[in-house]
């Protein structure tokens, strides 16, 4: 059962922008803060941003200014701005939830490159 299914990674050039969406399964999405993560080669997975069901976020200190969370109850989505791309933010982006980490679940992830 797919319970995540992150979409909108692609190749961008230093300084561009991207739009990330996660869709959810409704039960997922209505229940829980929402997170998203990224994994660069050879480095562990981080937390980048956060999303209360209320609206509160959270940012890394490396993406504060220049990502965005959101979310949007009627679709099950969540979505993460990124502008002002570095090469450093290359990696696999993935959301997750605090209850679906405890299982070990994560999605297929999507595939961010920064390059000129």
């Known amino acids: 059962q797919v319970l995540l299914a992150e979409s909108g990674g692609g190749l961008v050039q230093p300084g561009g922008s991207l739009r990330l969406s996660c869709a959810a399964s409704r039960s997922v999405f209505s229940n829980n803060a929402m997170d998203w993560y990224r994994q660069a080669p050879g480095k562990e997975r981080e937390l980048v941003a956060s999303i209360t069901r209320g609206g509160g976020t959270n940012y890394a200190d490396s993406v504060k200014g220049r990502f965005t969370i959101s979310r949007d109850f009627a679709k099950s989505t969540v979505y993460l701005q990124m502008n002002s791309l570095k090469p450093d933010d290359t990696a696999v982006y993935y959301c997750?939830?605090?209850?679906?980490?405890?299982?070990?679940?994560w999605g297929q992830g999507t595939q961010v490159t920064v390059s000129s």
């Open positions: 997750n939830t605090q209850t679906l980490l405890a299982t070990g679940y």
